[in-house]
């Protein structure tokens, strides 16, 4: 059987969403995430399974043994309190009901020996969930705009630089990848056993490992998931992990 790959929503109690797409009434909230991750999940061999908001942890561990691995998809911000800061003003909009939704499927994640692909909020989620913060807006410091969204979610706007000897460049097999940029926030401060494996050219972190977890473990903050129909490349990130999950 094709692996089961466990793939985060964006949980929201807001009821516009179902307003909008005329498949909901007022007061519903909602577990939504884009096509894109699942259709990575599927051309790379996996079997896709939308992991809903749910109340009960036993329920999630229960759900965990059943899947070969996880993927932490994007979304909205994190909240500041959850690394120990403030929110600033420029920090985008907070989603609690999700923060504490994933934080819990982290930490059972986190236990397990469950290969986990983080993207974009993902891997701040990572970061964050072992003790590291993050840049609430950028730029800042140096650092550019990285929310470049008039560029198709197809098309690599920068380059990200990959340290050699990395789990990414065994995957990618290249030291300087293009990749397409929709966040706001970054990683300031690598988390316990968090190593920062890519960066841009204004030395924004990129990508995040933990060589020291034994099951595959690997946070990108660009969307693969947005480039893969085009992009052989950003392909590999999909096969590596489904295959990790297939072991």
Request: net charge negative.
């Given at each position: 059987?094709?692996?089961?790959?466990g793939?985060?929503?964006?949980?929201t109690?807001?009821?516009?969403?179902?307003?909008?797409?005329?498949?909901?009434?007022?007061?519903?909230?909602?577990?939504?995430?884009a096509?894109?991750?699942a259709?990575?999940?599927?051309?790379?061999?996996?079997?896709?399974v939308?992991?809903?908001?749910?109340?009960?942890?036993?329920?999630?561990?229960?759900?965990?043994?059943?899947?070969?691995?996880?993927?932490?998809?994007?979304?909205?911000?994190?909240?500041?309190?959850?690394?120990?800061?403030?929110?600033?003003?420029?920090?985008?909009?907070?989603?609690?009901?999700?923060?504490?939704?994933?934080?819990?499927?982290?930490?059972?994640a986190?236990?397990?020996?469950?290969?986990?692909?983080?993207?974009?909020?993902?891997?701040?989620?990572?970061?964050?969930?072992?003790?590291?913060?993050?840049?609430?807006?950028?730029?800042?410091?140096?650092?550019?705009?990285?929310?470049?969204?008039?560029?198709p979610?197809?098309?690599?706007?920068?380059?990200?630089?990959?340290?050699?000897?990395?789990?990414?460049?065994?995957?990618?097999?290249?030291?300087?990848?293009?990749?397409?940029?929709?966040?706001?926030?970054?990683?300031?401060?690598?988390?316990?056993?968090?190593?920062?494996?890519?960066?841009?050219?204004?030395?924004?972190?990129?990508?995040?490992?933990m060589?020291e977890?034994?099951?595959?473990?690997?946070g990108?903050?660009?969307?693969?998931?947005?480039?893969?129909?085009?992009?052989?490349?950003?392909c590999?990130?999909?096969?590596?992990?489904?295959?990790?999950?297939?072991?």
């Amino acid at each position: 059987m094709k692996p089961l790959i466990g793939i985060t929503v964006n949980h929201t109690s807001e009821d516009t969403l179902g307003i909008t797409f005329g498949s909901g009434l007022p007061g519903q909230g909602w577990n939504s995430v884009a096509q894109d991750y699942a259709a990575a999940v599927e051309q790379a061999g996996g079997i896709p399974v939308l992991l809903p908001a749910m109340a009960s942890d036993e329920d999630y561990a229960a759900l965990l043994e059943k899947l070969d691995g996880i993927l932490f998809s994007g979304g909205a911000d994190i909240n500041p309190n959850r690394y120990g800061e403030d929110m600033i003003c420029e920090c985008g909009k907070i989603n609690p009901d999700r923060d504490e939704y994933e934080f819990r499927l982290m930490a059972l994640a986190a236990k397990s020996q469950l290969p986990i692909l983080c993207i974009c909020r993902g891997t701040q989620l990572l970061n964050v969930f072992h003790g590291g913060s993050l840049v609430q807006h950028m730029p800042h410091d140096g650092l550019r705009n990285h929310s470049i969204i008039g560029m198709p979610r197809t098309e690599g706007s920068h380059w990200a630089n990959i340290t050699p000897g990395s789990l990414l460049h065994s995957i990618l097999g290249e030291e300087r990848v293009h990749v397409n940029s929709y966040h706001h926030q970054c990683i300031k401060a690598a988390g316990n056993g968090i190593v920062v494996t890519a960066i841009s050219d204004d030395n924004t972190p990129e990508a995040i490992e933990m060589p020291e977890r034994a099951a595959f473990t690997l946070g990108v903050q660009w969307h693969p998931e947005m480039m893969h129909s085009k992009n052989s490349l950003q392909c590999k990130i999909f096969k590596a992990f489904v295959d990790a999950a297939s072991i």
